[in-house]
């Protein structure tokens, strides 16, 4: 099991790390006080037919994490066992994690079950981009079976999907003859407040889901889905990856999220700066002869 936890040291320092690799070995890119920049990179030939990934992660009470796959990752022909990529996640109290995977193909013959789970704590967030593509060039694609599941601490889920796509077998209304779906979804907090308070436009629920999702529109003329907590998806399909992304929103999503990192720090320290300033006035104390300090 490939394994990443993350969490604050006392006084504000560099926040305490573990990495522990699997088929998939994590770095160290960077860290600073409350943050930490990890990449994953393969170890080996993954994903081969029957092979087994699993992946957790844990980002500690007001961390911030952010990990981005170096390459992406093959799905190779199956031998008769599904290949597994499961993936658990768990951010505590105000934490937040920004997590960019790069392309998975899945390729003729390949079978693979995809799970990705993910429990929040209070304010907490999390921000995902995955980009799913059937097949190599002049392959149809194989069968994945990509399940999600994003909850909180207490409430009602934030997003729960099961997506199965089959290349040999396209299905009108899914991906239909397209190849590629690239996503994000963003949990924990909203983000498209600003974007769509100023839009001159009529909300409509999402079909088939009136009562958990919104469906909009975007200035940039992505399709958004507003969730129901605080959260949105959205979604770009196509037959090529780089004509099918949704780069735009994913920047805009990661930069804020990571903003607002930056804006915790900057109140933690300037609790901080205060902190200490009223502990050093308790030590002034005032004799016959003026002010003097305990030493």
Same mark, same amino acid.
């Given at each position: 099991?490939?394994?990443?936890?993350?969490?604050?040291?006392?006084?504000?320092?560099?926040?305490?790390?573990?990495?522990?690799?699997?088929?998939?070995?994590?770095?160290?890119?960077?860290?600073?006080?409350?943050?930490?920049?990890?990449?994953?990179?393969?170890?080996?030939?993954?994903?081969?037919?029957?092979?087994?990934?699993?992946?957790?992660?844990?980002?500690?009470?007001?961390?911030?994490?952010?990990?981005?796959?170096?390459?992406?990752?093959?799905?190779?022909?199956?031998?008769? %066992?599904?290949?597994?990529?499961?993936?658990?996640?768990?951010?505590?109290?105000?934490?937040?994690?920004?997590?960019?995977?790069?392309?998975?193909?899945?390729?003729?013959?390949?079978?693979?079950?995809?799970?990705?789970?993910?429990?929040?704590?209070?304010?907490?967030?999390?921000?995902?981009?995955?980009?799913?593509?059937?097949?190599?060039?002049?392959?149809?694609?194989?069968?994945?079976?990509?399940?999600?599941?994003?909850?909180?601490?207490?409430?009602?889920?934030?997003?729960?999907?099961?997506?199965?796509?089959?290349?040999?077998?396209?299905?009108?209304?899914?991906?239909?003859?397209?190849?590629?779906?690239?996503?994000?979804?963003?949990?924990?907090?909203?983000?498209?407040?600003?974007?769509?308070?100023?839009?001159?436009?009529?909300?409509?629920?999402?079909?088939?889901?009136?009562? %958990? %999702?919104?469906?909009?529109?975007?200035?940039?003329?992505?399709?958004?889905?507003?969730?129901?907590?605080?959260?949105?998806?959205?979604?770009?399909?196509?037959?090529?990856?780089?004509?099918?992304?949704?780069?735009?929103?994913?920047?805009?999503?990661?930069?804020?999220?990571?903003?607002?990192?930056?804006?915790?720090?900057?109140?933690?320290?300037?609790?901080?700066?205060?902190?200490?300033?009223?502990?050093?006035?308790?030590?002034?104390?005032?004799?016959?002869?003026?002010?003097?300090?305990?030493?």
């Amino acid at each position: 099991m490939t394994a990443i936890s993350i969490e604050a040291s006392t006084g504000g320092g560099l926040p305490k790390i573990r990495l522990r690799a699997g088929l998939l070995q994590p770095r160290l890119v960077s860290r600073s006080a409350g943050f930490a920049h990890i990449a994953l990179v393969a170890g080996g030939a993954t994903l081969l037919g029957g092979d087994s990934v699993s992946i957790s992660v844990r980002v500690g009470a007001g961390c911030t994490v952010r990990i981005e796959d170096i390459g992406g990752t093959v799905a190779y022909p199956s031998t008769g %066992t599904a290949s597994q990529w499961n993936v658990d996640v768990e951010v505590e109290d105000g934490g937040a994690l920004v997590w960019e995977s790069f392309p998975f193909i899945v390729t003729d013959s390949a079978v693979v079950d995809r799970t990705t789970s993910v429990s929040l704590g209070h304010e907490a967030v999390i921000c995902l981009r995955e980009t799913l593509v059937l097949g190599r060039s002049g392959e149809a694609g194989g069968i994945i079976c990509a399940s999600t599941d994003i909850r909180g601490v207490d409430g009602p889920p934030y997003f729960v999907e099961q997506l199965s796509l089959d290349g040999a077998r396209p299905r009108p209304g899914v991906l239909g003859r397209a190849t590629v779906l690239d996503s994000a979804i963003v949990a924990g907090a909203d983000l498209e407040t600003e974007i769509y308070s100023s839009a001159n436009f009529e909300a409509k629920p999402a079909s088939g889901s009136e009562s %958990t %999702t919104t469906s909009l529109s975007s200035p940039d003329g992505d399709r958004v889905l507003i969730l129901k907590r605080p959260g949105a998806v959205v979604r770009a399909i196509g037959t090529a990856a780089h004509s099918a992304q949704v780069d735009a929103r994913w920047r805009r999503w990661m930069d804020r999220v990571i903003d607002a990192k930056d804006n915790r720090q900057a109140a933690a320290n300037q609790a901080a700066t205060e902190a200490s300033e009223d502990e050093c006035s308790d030590t002034v104390t005032h004799g016959k002869n003026g002010v003097t300090r305990d030493e």
